[in-house]
């Protein structure tokens, strides 16, 4: 399909809306409230765009291109509406530090500025220099607001982990509300009062932990401001350097971002590419991964018991000592117990090693089951060749989902986010257990089972 964007005859494909054709083609049209994977809101009215024979202007965020359409993304006209709408933002928003004229003087001489309890300014804020604010007004060209400037004085919410939030620098774009409803299916944060005293909040004032947050950060990761700031980086410097890694705390596999600064790791992000987990986290992989690794915790070289203590000592020794206590256990004495956590390639080679080496079938992870011997039974009921693998995504196209006292929502965060897509395309979710749970909300059949009969469920695969 084809359209004309300012001029430009333009070539796309599939169901797009204009900021998104836009984008893709090196278009710039400014946007607050738009971010990936969330559906159109058209809150901040600043991607405004002309159609030729549409009467007004219309949010390019939420309409979608059509074949034969002529848009107009910059004139005038839209400079100077643009403007306007972004110095009524403003007004509620401590915006001194973004038209001064002497900012880019501002590094010099920002240490003389005296320090306050709260973001007054750019310079006081945790997300100077990664704010998509500043970048919006660059890019539209505000110099001044001509509006009254509006301080709402709320309380700055420091009641929680990982991460405060100053309402005060809310521009109520809406992403941190429908992140956490629409992609985590948590709904923690909504929109509280209409009007003139509408913001951010949640239900009576409580706490997010009173809430049932998970703490996933993804409230965080979109917000375009710094009204959402991550604690342990408040009074960081920029990042010199970012590298991606696979998070170690589970068998997911998702992608992270590491946020490095002289050789040391500052935060972690959720990989935007990452092929399981698409910019979702949970708070293990978002929040601790600095805590983990310079831990003073933390066991950094293998140890072996001697003498009733634990002694380091080096991987040559440490794996000749567990090949000889091995030796003298095969067959029947020997057994493997893995970890829940553990991936779907450990599970692999920790077999073939039992079947090759140790000579033994006792292999069962933690909960008491075989992971492979339910997947093997299963695949056969359902006439599917057990040995073919399956992307994470493809739980997001299944019909019917069974989950056998799981609260999936805690232990494995990002599988949650599939199966809630799942849902919501209509699949069935079957929810057993003893003990009742956040997934009861979402689930089409409820099973509850008294506590220690879990595995005799799978008998009926």
Not at 14 to 23: C, F, H, P, Q, Y
Not at 225 to 243: F, H, M, N, V
Not at 439 to 451: A, G, S
């Amino acid at each position: 399909m084809r359209l004309i964007l300012d001029g430009k005859q333009i070539e796309f494909e599939g169901k797009k809306t204009i900021l998104e054709v836009a984008r893709e083609n090196g278009v710039p049209i400014p946007s607050l409230c738009d971010y990936p994977e969330l559906v159109p809101f058209s809150g901040c009215r600043l991607c405004l765009v002309e159609i030729k024979g549409k009467k007004g202007y219309l949010p390019a965020c939420s309409l979608y291109s059509e074949e034969g359409m002529e848009i107009v993304t910059d004139n005038p006209q839209l400079k100077k509406l643009r403007r306007n709408i972004l110095e009524l933002i403003l007004s509620e928003h401590p915006h001194a530090c973004l038209i001064c004229t002497e900012k880019e003087y501002c590094d010099e001489y920002k240490s003389t500025i005296r320090k306050v309890g709260e973001a007054t300014g750019c310079v006081l804020c945790a997300n100077n220099g990664r704010c998509d604010l500043q970048n919006v007004v660059e890019a539209v060209g505000v110099d001044k607001v001509n509006f009254p400037a509006v301080y709402r004085e709320l309380e700055i919410k420091k009641r929680d982990p990982f991460f405060d939030r100053n309402y005060n620098l809310c521009i109520l774009c809406g992403r941190c509300v429908r992140v956490c409803r629409d992609i985590r299916g948590a709904s923690v944060v909504t929109f509280v009062a209409r009007g003139s005293q509408e913001v951010v909040g949640t239900v009576l004032d409580k706490s997010l932990i009173q809430t049932g947050c998970q703490f996933c950060g993804a409230c965080v990761d979109v917000c375009p401001t710094g009204a959402l700031s991550e604690r342990a980086i408040k009074y960081d410097l920029l990042p010199d350097d970012k590298k991606q890694i696979i998070c170690p705390f589970c068998g997911v596999g998702c992608t992270i971002e590491l946020s490095l600064g002289q050789g040391n790791i500052i935060n972690s992000y959720p990989g935007k590419d990452g092929p399981v987990n698409h910019g979702q986290l949970c708070v293990r992989g978002r929040f601790t991964i600095r805590d983990a690794v310079y831990s003073e915790k933390r066991i950094t070289a293998p140890m072996i018991k001697k003498n009733g203590r634990l002694e380091r000592t080096t991987w040559d020794e440490a794996l000749s000592y567990v090949a000889d206590k091995l030796k003298t256990y095969k067959g029947t004495k020997a057994g493997v117990i893995l970890s829940a956590q553990s991936t779907c390639e450990d599970f692999y080679a920790v077999e073939r090693f039992a079947l090759n080496v140790l000579k033994t079938k006792n292999v069962i992870e933690s909960s008491g089951l075989d992971p492979a011997a339910v997947w093997k039974r299963f695949a056969a009921s359902q006439g599917v060749d057990p040995s073919i693998n399956f992307n994470i995504q493809d739980i997001s196209k299944a019909k019917t989902i069974f989950l056998n006292d799981a609260e999936i929502a805690v232990s494995h965060p990002v599988l949650w986010v599939e199966i809630l897509r799942a849902v919501r395309k209509g699949a069935s979710l079957i929810v057993a257990g003893s003990v009742d749970s956040f997934l009861n909300r979402y689930c089409t059949i409820r099973l509850k089972n008294k506590p220690g009969t879990e595995a005799l469920l799978y008998q009926f695969l």
